[in-house]
Nanobody, 119 residues
Framework: QVQLVESGGALVQPGGSLRLSCAASGSIRSIYAMAWYRQAPGKPRELVARIASGGSTFYPDSVKGRFTISRDNAKSTVYLQMNSLNPEDTAVYYC?????????????WGQGTQVTVSS
């Protein structure tokens, strides 16, 4: 019922910045949280930013102070501003939406966008 499309991934030099976007379409209702995850080859997918319906945010120590999650409800879009990038940030980044239903929550995922940090 919800479709997510990420964009903005690119090749960037260490110390550079990128802004990722995630556009949502479909049944945009009862959304409890939006988040960004990333996954590097051979490693599990990890949470990098989360914003709840009330606006509170969470970041793990690995990105705290460098990444910022925000949303534009009028455009049904969530953003991830990434600053001071380093090679450890190289991964496929995925947008995630948690939507409430009658008896359960449902997770929706985008197709992912590649971020590569290299000299």
């Amino acid at each position: 019922q919800v479709q997510l499309v990420e964009s903005g991934g690119a090749l960037v030099q260490p110390g550079g910045s990128l802004r990722l976007s995630c556009a949502a379409s479909g049944s945009i209702r009862s959304i409890y949280a939006m988040a960004w995850y990333r996954q590097a080859p051979g490693k599990p997918r990890e949470l990098v930013a989360r914003i709840a319906s009330g606006g509170s945010t969470f970041y793990p120590d690995s990105v705290k102070g460098r990444f910022t999650i925000s949303r534009d409800n009028a455009k049904s879009t969530v953003y991830l501003q990434m600053n001071s990038l380093n090679p450890e940030d190289t991964a496929v980044y995925y947008c995630n939406v948690v939507q409430g239903g009658a008896f359960a929550y449902t997770n929706y995922w985008g197709q992912g966008t590649q971020v590569t940090v290299s000299s």
